[in-house]
């Protein structure tokens, strides 16, 4: 039997943008402080659940599930119970010694910030034998091989199992350097392998591990590390062993992965996911392709990421899901997620008629709004490359038919379809004037 295919959206809580008062552009990572209501934070992830409930995604996972200025244990245990409803597993995600730990951004025992401000000596040194800090800001990682932080990170992982009861959880390794004090690199140096970062990442991760194994449910549990990933894609050499084996691993796939998939490669096989890590808030993003603006689409990425994980036997696909619908480009990937994970050889003919029709006018309509927005992409593309007035006058031409052409098909229809077809029109007048 086939094994399920998991789909799941990955978002940080201070970069939603599914509701009116959401136009607070936030730094990317854990730096952002959350900065509208209680009330937004959960109507913002309730609108994100109600779309991935209905386009059967399987999970959210919230990066920053409890902070004090949302609603702390009892706004997330309401999103949980919101998801489980609706048959979307919602899963917080807690930092690996990083991303700050279980609680961010306040003066909890399981915030990592306060934590390491509390404990200075525990925390994680550079060659010099100083802590790793940002901007000033306390110590930001933590020392793997420290028994109060082993002890820390089992603790704060039943504690948050204990407190929210979730469906899974996502342990997140976002780090670029190991500790060097002599007891983490005796650590490290026992380990068999040599990438120092997968090493520090297991140490860290052992003790959560452990907690989700002592819980004895049966959680989803996701370990997922930025540091690892483009290399984890092409080599063999992980060592998977370090993690008990209840663990599946999401690795991050970039644009440059994508188009240079090495065939057969076995070390992807299995409880291993794909992360498009894309986002309108990241505009470097590996997976962003460079002209971020709201006229960006990636279903053609899209497709191609669905195509390999299904023929590299993945086990699913992770996607950003901050943005909302009504970024209708952004509306468009999602419907492309959904699809072509179902079905990564549906092609755009049937994936118009099949997925946009009605929304987008009836099917043969619909399949024309894919293509013209196909077409204003690459004319937008060729626009910002080129210099020669002669070039550019020709591509203007060009860009203006379109534009002519979909004001007519806007004229003739009514409704949300119109909305839609009204934002490509107003995308390619961007091009033309
Ligand atoms: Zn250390």
Request: glycine share 8%; proline share 4%; aromatic share 10%.
């Amino acid at each position: 039997m086939q094994e399920k295919f998991y789909t799941l959206f990955w978002t940080w809580d201070h970069r939603m943008q599914w509701s009116g008062d959401a136009n607070l552009s936030l730094p990317a990572g854990e730096a952002g402080p959350y900065l509208k209501s209680s009330e937004t934070f959960l109507n913002e992830y309730k609108c994100l659940i109600d779309y991935a409930s209905q386009r059967q995604i399987d999970a959210v996972i919230v990066a920053g599930m409890l902070r004090k200025s949302h609603g702390g244990v009892r706004a997330a245990k309401k999103l949980i119970d919101y998801g489980r409803k609706r048959g979307v597993s919602v899963l917080p995600s807690a930092g690996t010694g990083s991303y700050d730990g279980f609680v961010v951004q306040t003066d909890d025992h399981y915030c990592l910030s306060s934590w390491l401000e509390r404990h200075p000596q525990l925390a994680a040194i550079d060659p010099a034998g100083k802590p790793y800090t940002r901007q000033n800001a306390p110590a930001l990682y933590l020392c793997s091989s420290k028994e109060e932080n082993q002890q820390w990170l089992k603790q704060g992982t039943q504690w948050l199992i204990d407190k929210l009861e979730p469906e899974g959880i996502f342990l997140s390794h976002g780090r670029l350097e190991v500790c060097h004090c002599s007891s983490c690199k005796r650590s490290r140096d026992s380990l068999e392998g040599s990438d120092e970062i997968f090493k520090e990442f297991a140490n860290l991760t052992s003790p959560m591990l452990q907690a989700v194994q002592g819980c004895g449910g049966n959680l989803m549990v996701i370990c997922a590390s930025e540091a690892v990933v483009d290399r984890a894609t092409y080599t063999n050499t992980i060592p998977l062993q370090y993690f008990a084996s209840l663990a599946s691993f999401s690795w991050e796939l970039s644009l440059q992965s994508l188009k240079a998939w090495p065939a057969g490669n076995t070390a992807r096989r299995g409880k291993h996911l794909g992360q498009l890590h894309h986002s309108i808030s990241e505009p470097n993003s590996s997976f962003g392709v460079g002209d971020f603006h709201r006229r960006q689409l990636l279903l053609d990425e899209i497709r191609s990421a669905c195509r390999h994980a299904h023929g590299d036997s993945l086990s699913g696909l992770i996607l950003n899901g901050e943005m909302g619908i009504h970024s209708v480009s952004n509306e468009l990937n999602y419907l492309g997620f959904s699809a072509f994970c179902r079905d990564p050889q549906l092609t755009w003919e049937a994936f118009a008629v099949q997925h946009l029709s009605p929304g987008f006018g009836d099917p043969e309509t619909s399949y024309k709004f894919l293509q013209m927005l196909q077409q204003s992409i690459s004319l937008h593309r060729e626009l910002v490359k080129i210099s020669g007035p002669q070039e550019r006058h020709y591509l203007s031409r060009e860009a203006y038919h379109l534009f002519t052409e979909v004001a007519r098909v806007t004229e003739a229809i009514s409704g949300e379809s119109q909305r839609r077809w009204a934002w490509l029109l107003g995308s390619i007048a961007e091009i033309v004037l």
